[in-house]
Structures are given as C-alpha cells and as structure tokens.
C-alpha cells in the first residue's frame, strides 16, 4: 500500500506562533505537492516540489523536499487566523498520473 | 477562465436509489479524475480519463460505480445501486498536462449522503 503519512492531524495554536507539518512516505515519488482546503470546497494546489532537497517559499509558507523524495514538510512562520484551514500533501510516483493523499493536517490558528 | 464544476453540490438518496454526479472540467484539459473521501479517511484516487478514454480505473470500489467521458469533455459518475458506505464527498479534478507533476485543479465536491 503507497501510503502519505501526516502530522500532526490537528494543531491549534495561537496567532505569530510557527509550525511545522510533515508528509512521510515509504515510497519515492517523482513530484509531491501541498493543498489547502477550505470548508465547501475542493483543494487548492499552494505548491508542487519535484528535486530532492527542493525549498519553495511562498510568503510566509516554506515547503522543502526530501533528499530521497520520500518525505516533506511544510512551515509556516509567524501563523495569522487567515492560515486556518486543511492542508494536504499529495504524491505522484514516477510515470504516474495517480495522485496519493495524505489524511490531511487541520490547522487552527487563534487570534 | 471557469473551475472545475460538479453538480449536485449535496445529494441525500436512499440506499438502493441511484445517483449520478456531474463533472465539468476546465476546457482544454484532457485530464479527468474522480477522487473520494469518506468521513475520517484521506482523499482517495477513483479513476483517470484521458479524453473519453479510462486511463486508469484500479481505485473504483466495485461494479456499482460506472464513469462515463463520453465526448471527452465531461463526465458522469453515477452510483447504482447506492449502499451505506458510498456516502462521502466526491471530487473531480482537471489537469492539462501528459507530465506527472501537471497540477490539479479540483471542483468543490459532491457531498453524497446515503441514508
């Protein structure tokens, strides 16, 4: 079974703290991406990473790839209430079209 | 440009009853995919059109679930007959490219109910 694994599943805390969340697989995949979702809504793409080591930042989100692109993790610095939300690490194996999902990480941010 | 659409946004049927979901995909993608997820559990993969042609069908849950593309534009999910465990919200997905890390531009879901 290709499994992505997520964590934390829930994570409150307060506005300007940082954090991390973290996408582990047993597999490698050729490209891996975060999603945020919104409640009604389907999935917004924030990101896709694709080199091993790969670090994309977008504003205060920092997303890095593993080395054996196996594993990510996203960051996010100094967390506003606007961060709220879903997000999803997805995962395309090599020669795939099949995107795996993690179970998702449900992020609070309290003002 | 228009998103992904599905319609309906909610069903609630009855178990045994038949229900078919919409999909219409952003124009000029030839990428189709049908996602699911049930209460507590991750989005999980259905099947993948290429134009009218099943890609890829391994994630369907069994013979009650047919997906149709026919024209290649698009597509139909339709659930007969409806059980218990079908209940969950269905999404569909577009996507451009032939290239394995083609992003994927998702509708808002058909939250399906079966009572």
């Known amino acids: 079974t290709q499994l992505l694994e997520q964590s934390p599943q829930f994570l409150s805390i307060q506005e300007g703290e940082n954090l991390t969340v973290y996408c582990n697989s047993s597999?490698?995949?050729?490209?891996l991406q975060w999603y945020r979702q919104e409640p009604g809504e389907g999935p917004v793409l924030l990101v896709t990473v694709v080199t091993g080591g790969e670090v994309k930042k977008l504003k205060r989100l920092t997303f890095q790839f593993g080395d054996a692109r196996k594993d990510s993790s996203l960051h996010i610095t100094a967390a506003q209430p606007g961060d709220t939300g879903l997000y999803l690490c997805?995962?395309?194996?090599?020669?795939?079209?099949?995107?795996?999902f993690g179970a998702g990480t449900r992020l609070f941010v309290k003002a | 440009e228009a998103g992904v659409t599905q319609f309906p946004s909610h069903s609630v049927i009855e178990k045994g009853q038949t229900v078919t979901l919409r999909c219409d995909p952003i124009s000029g993608h030839d990428n189709l995919y049908w996602y699911r997820r049930v209460m507590g559990k991750e989005i999980k993969f259905l099947l993948h059109?290429?134009?009218?042609?099943?890609?890829?069908e391994s994630g369907m849950p069994n013979n009650r679930f047919l997906a149709e593309r026919t024209g290649g534009t698009y597509s139909t999910l339709k659930v007969q007959p409806a059980e218990l465990e079908d209940s969950g919200v269905y999404f569909c997905a577009s996507s451009y490219g032939q290239k394995d890390n083609s992003p994927l531009h998702f509708g808002n879901g058909t939250r399906l109910t079966v009572t």
């Open positions: 059109f290429v134009k009218e042609s099943k890609q890829d």
């Open positions: 597999s490698v995949f050729s490209s």
């Open positions: 997805a995962g395309v194996h090599t020669g795939g079209f099949k995107t795996i």
